[in-house]
């Protein structure tokens, strides 16, 4: 006859490791308004949409009239030229760090799935760097107000996401650490 314990190790072993993972949740507190200026992407997961970037890795978001956020992404690809993408963002109600962003023309906005899931997971209290995630975990990115990040720092951003259940062995690091 088995013991329990034996049987709870045998369970722990086997479980999903995002179970044993803290799930992704946004901030609870985020002023957009300081949110919004130019950020510089410090490191991504692998994503098609930046396979051509290079190298000087951006995102502008800026307030707008109608309630919605501006979104301007902008890269150097690898023969020098600029790639930018341009597209809206909206804050989801009752959640200051989640957002919703949209990448497709004005006349398709009427269209639920062309909104993607786009959460501050994780604030410096200066707003100096933000990380951005969503639930499923596919999505990630280090942002910081300054085109490189100190190592020390980077690393305990990685933790805190790796405890979230974010698989980061395909990180991408964009820029340089200090």
């Keep these: 006859m088995r013991s329990p314990s034996a049987l709870l190790l045998l369970l ?5 490791a995002a179970y044993a993972a803290n799930p992704v949740t946004s901030v609870p507190e985020m002023d957009i308004s300081r949110y919004a200026g130019q950020w510089y992407e410090i490191a991504h997961l692998p994503m098609s949409f930046q396979d051509e970037c290079a190298g000087d890795i951006t995102a502008a978001y800026t307030l707008r009239e109608d309630e919605l956020i501006g979104v301007r992404n902008a890269c150097r690809t690898a023969d020098g030229e600029s790639s930018v993408a341009e597209g809206v963002a909206r ?8 957002l919703e962003v949209r990448f497709a023309p004005d006349w398709l906005s009427w269209m639920p799935f062309l909104w993607a899931d786009y959460w501050v ?8 760097w ?11 990115w280090i942002l910081s107000r300054e085109p490189a990040m100190d ?3 980077f690393e305990q951003i990685k933790a805190r996401a790796i405890a979230m259940g974010y698989d980061l062995g395909p990180l991408i690091v964009a820029a340089p650490l200090r």
């Design 12 to 16: 722990a072993c086997i479980a999903p």
């Design 91 to 98: 804050q989801v109600k009752g959640h200051p760090g989640r």
């Design 151 to 153: 190592r020390a720092l």
């Design 121 to 128: 997971i994780d604030l410096d209290p200066g707003y100096t």
């Design 130 to 140: 933000a990380v951005i995630g969503e639930p499923g975990r596919d999505y990630f």
